[in-house]
């Protein structure tokens, strides 16, 4: 490898390769750019919360209003089952007219026994 050597120059000082202060973009004004970022992002920050909270509770109202339609669809299959049953099913028909309206077949005796 070679080696590396300095050489002097007889240049002026203002072509040094010495950087000078930062000009315009000193930290006073590095610090008010920055101050004006986060006042820019608070802008757009605090009028987007309320709006958040909001989307948070129709969620909400979404996730109950799901599990209300599924409890819904169950009990419709459910029903839907009985009615096929009660055009299907004599023995079913007979059993649902018997027990709660209190149907008799010719020829029967209905205890009850009451507690």
Known sequence: ??????????RSPEF??????????GKPTLILFWFF??????????PA????????EIEAEL???QQEERR?????????AEARALEENPRYLQ?????PLRYMRKGETIIQIQD
Do not use: N, W
Request: aromatic share 10%.
């Open 49 to 56: 919360l309320p709006q958040y909270h909001l989307l948070k």
């Open 72 to 80: 819904l669809e169950r009990h419709i299959q459910q029903l839907a």
């Open 95 to 99: 059993e649902r007219a018997r027990d």
């Open 37 to 46: 970022v986060l006042a820019a992002c608070c802008a757009v920050a605090i």
């Open 16 to 25: 040094s390769e010495a950087r000078g202060g930062r000009g315009f973009f």
């Open 63 to 65: 996730v109950q209003t």
């Open 1 to 10: 490898m070679g080696r590396y050597f300095r050489v002097a120059t007889d």
